[in-house]
Nanobody
Framework: QVQLVESGGGLVQAGGSLRLSCAAS????????MAWYRQVPDKQRELAAA???????NYADSVKGRFTISRDNAKNTVYLQMNSLKPEDTAVYYC??????????????WGQGTQVTVSS
């Protein structure tokens, strides 16, 4: 059974850095796009950054120049390096991936979420 496990969240002061990791496991044949979303209470989940299987990236305007998404295809892992963090980056960050598993169908999977809190 496919699952995504995130790590690396925590509390950091404004201007600091954090690195999030998300490892996919469980009968994976192929992974297409991977992405990081974030959500604050009473707001919709929004895309922070995405990366294709070929390495093309896409960022929300609010994180461009500060966040970097990358992936290690051999490890089925996606990373989000977050620099120059601001209090408004505080959110629960969710990993997302399009995965072909043992059913041979493409499905969309979510991680459990990791809290990032930036203090001013």
């Amino acid at each position: 059974q496919v699952q995504l496990v995130e790590s690396g969240g925590g509390l950091v002061q404004a201007g600091g850095s954090l690195r999030l990791s998300c490892a996919a496991s469980g009968g994976i044949f192929s992974i297409n796009a991977m992405a990081w979303y974030r959500q604050v209470p009473d707001k919709q989940r929004e895309l922070a950054a995405a990366i294709t299987s070929g390495g093309d990236t896409n960022y929300a305007d609010s994180v461009k120049g500060r966040f970097t998404i990358s992936r290690d295809n051999a490890k089925n892992t996606v990373y989000l390096q977050m620099n120059s963090l601001k209090p408004e980056d505080t959110a629960v960050y969710y990993c997302n991936a399009e995965i072909r598993g043992s059913t041979w169908n493409w499905s969309n999977y979510w991680g459990q979420g990791t809290q990032v809190t930036v203090s001013s």
